[in-house]
């Protein structure tokens, strides 16, 4: 439909920036909930493999489940920080378009990986479970909306030589 000029909102080619501004903070948006989607999957893995025992022991005491806790907990930490610096780039006003492409690429992908090895610390229990497969469902839809993490790879690939700190 033919809009006169008179009546539209910003300059030629303002609706592309507009819309490619607004898939960078809805990235930061579901950067955020694949957070919670891991920080939950790993919360139910904790405390069931405090309860459950083998061998004389909670399973959270034999290293190999261990060390599945320590790099979950790692990881969700390392994306929680990288959702915070997007939304604190944004509140500042500073270019996050970058930032946000990274906090959804590596959150969603945590949120997977978490949920995965949850399932792994439930054992058996996790696979017949409803709530984990819901998890592992709601993980993986977070690597595709908003773009897909082939897409924000490739945004990063193409920016990686401009500053995320620029005015935006």
């Known amino acids: 439909m033919k809009v006169p000029k008179e009546n539209r909102i910003g300059e030629d080619g303002f609706g592309f920036t507009f819309a490619m501004k607004t898939l960078s903070g809805g990235r930061i948006g579901i950067a955020s909930q694949a957070l919670g989607i891991a920080s939950g ?15 004389g022991k909670a399973i959270s005491e034999h290293q ?19 959702c915070l610096k997007a939304a604190w780039l944004k509140d500042q006003n500073l270019n996050y378009d970058q930032a946000s492409a990274m906090a959804k690429v590596f959150a969603s ?5 978490t949920t ?13 479970k409803e709530y984990h497969e819901r998890l592992m469902r709601d993980a993986k839809i977070m690597q595709i909306y908003e773009g897909t993490s082939e897409v924000q790879r490739t945004y990063q690939s193409r920016s990686a030589q401009r500053p995320s700190d620029q005015p935006g």
């Open 116 to 128: 995965v090895e949850a399932v792994q610390v439930h054992g058996g229990y996790g696979y017949v």
């Open 41 to 55: 999957a790993y919360e139910l893995a904790l405390a069931y493999s405090k309860e459950r025992k083998a061998f």
């Open 64 to 82: 190999a489940i261990a060390f599945k806790l320590a790099d979950m907990a790692t990881e969700i930490e390392a994306a929680r920080l990288l």
């Open 109 to 113: 992908e945590v949120a997977m990986r």
